[in-house]
């Protein structure tokens, strides 16, 4: 069973940049739609971005337009979350998920949820 592994969070300042990165365990990673989601305290889950297998069709919340790109490596079975500009707001546990196709995604139905990686933003 594929294992995806978020890394790359942390606190940064208000108008920052990080880049988070997910590594999937198996090659089969690079035929599957990837997605990012985050939880704020006492806040539901929610969608931030997806990415179908081939690098195209990337999907935003309209929170994060402009702000966050979505890419991914399928050499590497990787894929990443460059979040610019970054505001108190944005401060969540980010999640990375996987699931066949984006639409799958964008109705957060997911196939196999990583492990949160936190992502501070002080104003």
């Known amino acids: 069973q594929v294992q995806l592994v978020a890394s790359g969070g942390g606190l940064v300042q208000a108008g920052g940049s990080l880049r988070l990165s997910c590594a999937a365990s198996?090659?089969?990673?690079?035929?599957?739609?990837m997605g990012w989601f985050r939880q704020a305290p006492a806040k539901d889950r929610e969608f931030v971005a997806a990415?179908?297998?081939?690098?195209?069709?990337?999907n935003y919340a309209d929170s994060v337009k402009g702000r966050f790109t979505i890419s991914r490596d399928n050499a590497k079975n990787t894929v990443y979350l460059q979040m610019n500009s970054l505001k108190p707001d944005d401060t969540a546990v980010y999640y990375c998920?996987?699931?066949?196709?984006?639409?799958?995604?964008?109705?957060?139905?997911?196939?196999?949820w990583g492990q949160g990686t936190q992502v501070t933003v002080s104003s």
């Open positions: 998920a996987t699931s066949p196709r984006t639409a799958t995604i964008l109705r957060g139905t997911v196939s196999k």
């Open positions: 990415i179908a297998w081939n690098g195209g069709n990337e």
């Open positions: 198996e090659r089969a990673f690079s035929s599957y739609a």
